[in-house]
């Protein structure tokens, strides 16, 4: 009896010690196809246009992502990394040779194993971008 206490508290601890980041982390990682978009409320077109942000999870909330646009079949690449904050932000740090750095932050709205909400103030518009894993 006393092994089988001793093997439930082992366990609960195990589980209870997931921080929230790594668990949104574990559900972020993989490539993921934005489907729709809005700008301050009015949803954008995606006719000729298609977005895949792919994120590959390191550690505990960081790791690196790529964002491929791609217009009219011109494919744009953008890489960095992220940190995650709490399961609720994103922040990707992108370097980019010639220009320097910039950093994008995004709210997680909402998310599922397959489905995932970010939202993006910047310049006073409010972005929001749902996406579907690939």
Sequence with gaps: MKKLMMVMVAATLVLASCSKESKL?????GSWNVVSYSVDGVDQSMTNVTMVM???????????????LTVLSVP???????????????????ITPGTGSSTSVYTVTDYSKSDLTLTQTSSGDVYVFKLKKI
């Design 25 to 29: 982390n574990r559900k972020l990682d």
């Design 54 to 68: 792919s994120f590959t999870k390191d550690k505990k909330g960081v790791g690196t992502y790529t964002n491929t």
């Design 76 to 94: 744009q690449v953008e890489t960095g990394s992220y940190v995650l904050t709490e399961d609720a932000t994103i922040t990707e740090n992108k």
